[in-house]
């Protein structure tokens, strides 16, 4: 158990290592010469020194990376070229104030939907109701988030106007909330849909399991059945799945943040590509990544607490 | 056995609009015309957007590019991801850990956020969209070929063909690829569904191939302008596009269950 934990935790930290290592290569190495990247081939000389000058293009790249990792480290990016007068450290813990709650209210939402949709049809495996909700999740496993996205803006937000068509006040204004239900529908359909399938999927198995069958025969009644014996069981794997989904919408929420002009990591992320500004998108990376990994890691912990039969594997 | 026949269906529906409307459509789709917004009719199957473009031939013509972008893209990867996958597996040991430990990173990693760097140092074209969503296929076939190569490896008739002094890339691709053929090939089609879907995400935030050509994402917000005007600009590209995904995805879904018991087990990964 300690092993393994000991084990998961070098290899996350050499996972965010290497995540930083090769986005600082793919931005300031691979294109060359990144200042003239950074500046644009009609830029005047002075500008094109000072990028230089900045980027400190004159080092080595390793030692360049070693001085960035090590401001990194003490929570210090440099500053935004995009946006002028801001740490990229500050960006960064505002996008995460609303990329976090996002993330989180989707994946909540989605795991909701998969657990009512999913037991729903695991009930009668094969009856009507089973046929409509797998059919339901098939369809809605294939939706494309940000054209749902730009439907929910159009009739609820331009047509009816119940909700803001976008942006994000702030969490001082009482209606912040009111700006994530939206965007947090968007991306949760498609990803309920997939963990509908799988809730059924566990549920169906551990149904046709010997135990279930004893719970029966010593006289429980169907609900209890299905609640105190199938769901518990049924519900370990979702747990897990809950955990993976909200680590990719860390990073993933990137197209509906811009659909919903959502100011969050991935919102920066298109401005700091537009402004080629390299700390921010440096940063924006290195985070984002960095925690998808992180919580994705947990989750996977998190699961072998839950279930002690994987861990005599 | 159905899910098969509906998504095969779907499928041949979506690549026939666009291998026609490589060669005819309806309309120019790039004339502008005063007839701006007029509803779905039998002579605009689709209706007509802002500029009285008419929405089905815009549909086939921007189709190519997502259907091009995201098999290349499925192509490049699931070669890549395979490879490697299969030569993980096959040699075991401390690189094969190390081989899938690169997928896993890949995996944490998301299209969308790697499309936006590449396209900071490559330009905003196809070809950086192309390569993040061939890296963002590269683990599900490693992961695939991996654990199936590792569960084949030491069968019986893959253990004859050692010892009648096969090689590695021998075995791998005559012993073990064709019994890997089944999984695969659900692998390709749940793959392609997902790169359709990133493609267009990603040309809906001007990303992929740029103006004049159309494609179905940077339809989708172009018509996002005009929604209050008219919504059918802004239903039928992402429908066509949904109802492909589908079409995918049921074929993957209904290929698996076909597939012989052996390989069952691996089921395709899904983002």
Sequence with gaps: MVRLFVRRAAALVLTVFFLALAVFVLLTVIPGDAARLVVGPEASEEAYQAARAALGLDEPWPFRFAHWLAKALHGDFGDSWAFRGWAVRDLLAQALTVTVPLALWAAILAALMGLVVGVGAAVRPGGWLDLLLMGLAQGGAAIPEFWLGVLLVGALAVTLRL?????????????????????????????GAYLARMVRGSMVDVLSMRFVETARAKGASEARVYVRHALRNALIPLVAAFGLVFARLLAGALVIENVFSLPGMGWYALRAMGGRDLPLLLGLAVVAGGLAVTVSTLADLGFVLLD???RYR | MKNVYVGAGLVGVSVALVVVGALWTPADPTALADRPHLPPSWRWPMGTDWFGRDVLSRVMVGGRVSWAVAAAAVATGGALGFGVGAMAGYLGG????VLARLGDFFLAFPASLMAVLLATVLGPGALGVALALALFTVPFFLRLSFAGVLALREQEFVVAARACGARGPRIVLRHILPNLASPLLVQLSVSLGAALLAEAGLAYLGLGVQPPHPSWGRMLREAQTYFGY???PAVFPGLVLGLTVLGLNLLGDGLRDLADPLTRKLSPGRP
Excluded: M, N
């Excluded at chain 1, 994000?168 to 990803?191: I, Q």
């Design chain 2, 94 to 97: 401390i690189l094969g850990e």
């Design chain 2, 230 to 232: 008219s919504p059918w």
């Design chain 1, 163 to 191: 909700f803001p068509s976008g942006g994000f006040p702030g969490w001082e204004s009482p209606k912040a909330l009111v700006h994530l239900v939206l965007p947090g529908l968007a991306l949760a359909l498609p990803r």
């Design chain 1, 308 to 310: 002690p039969r994987i």
